[in-house]
């Protein structure tokens, strides 16, 4: 998707807006910018910090600036669930809803620009193409939904961590091809956080991770900062 360049009458924030660009805002005019920064504010979370919790009630929307959030389903016996990740562009919240179905907590430092949900809901009454643009961002997350129901159905224990692996760097370079490309990213989440995610045991999760540091797939350092030298291999690798 073609970058958009900021305009010199927009809002000074949104010109300095580095998911200005990519994210919701790509889709508003600049009397829509205008009128969207007058009520947004921006707030940070430090990791292992909860931004909203299950059944609670939704007052903002939000679009993701920087950093990673996991979305997690808690059971009434306390048991919880990885279910999703949101990265930098990426939109959060249940347009209508009136409550959150997840919890929500931030893997690494955050940064939110939050919308109020009465403006984001008006907004959606008059302006076609932002309607048109969540409704293909929740086609996106429902496709991504149904291809990783696959991964924890149907593959092996190595092809499930090359995938999350492989998931992460799309989000970090979404032209990814299947050409040779080159991607770092520090690990949104732990081991034991990516075993939840990837229905696994920690201890499996390690022994792979070690594998394809061994197949050279994939570098690793300082236990979180992973450097990926050929994605084509880690793709196939992935299934």
């Not at 600049?30 to 947004?40: D, G, I």
């Not at 939904?145 to 593959?155: D, I, N, Q």
């Not at 091809?177 to 990213?185: H, L, P």
């Not at 792979?208 to 061994?214: A, V």
Request: with cysteine.
């Amino acid at each position: 998707m073609p970058t958009i360049p900021p305009h010199e009458d927009e809002p000074r924030t949104c010109r300095l807006c580095s998911v200005r660009s990519n994210g919701i805002c790509r889709v508003l005019d600049t009397s829509q910018l205008a009128r969207l920064a007058r009520h947004t504010r921006s707030t940070r979370h430090e990791a292992g910090a909860e931004v909203f919790g299950d059944e609670t009630d939704i007052t903002t929307y939000a679009n993701v600036v920087s950093g990673v959030i996991k979305l997690m389903k808690v059971l009434e016996d306390g048991r919880q669930q990885v279910v999703g990740l949101k990265f930098a562009n990426d939109f959060i919240g249940r347009i209508h809803a009136a409550s959150n179905a997840l919890s929500a907590e931030a893997t690494s430092e955050v940064e939110l620009c939050l919308v109020p949900r009465a403006l984001m809901e008006a907004m959606l009454e008059e302006n076609r193409p932002l309607e048109r643009w969540l409704m293909k961002e929740t086609l996106r997350e429902l496709d991504e939904a149904r291809e990783w129901m696959v991964t924890l159905g149907r593959k092996s224990a190595a092809e499930r961590v090359a995938s999350f692996l492989y998931l992460i760097a799309l989000h970090v370079n979404p032209e990814l091809g299947s050409d040779t490309a080159t991607v770092e990213y520090d690990l949104p989440l732990t081991r034991s956080d990516m075993a939840d995610f990837l229905g696994l045991s920690i201890e499996t999760v390690s022994r792979q991770l070690t594998e394809l540091r061994r197949l050279e797939i994939i570098v690793i350092h300082n236990k979180r900062h992973v450097h990926i030298p050929d994605t084509e291999r880690l793709r196939q690798r992935a299934g």
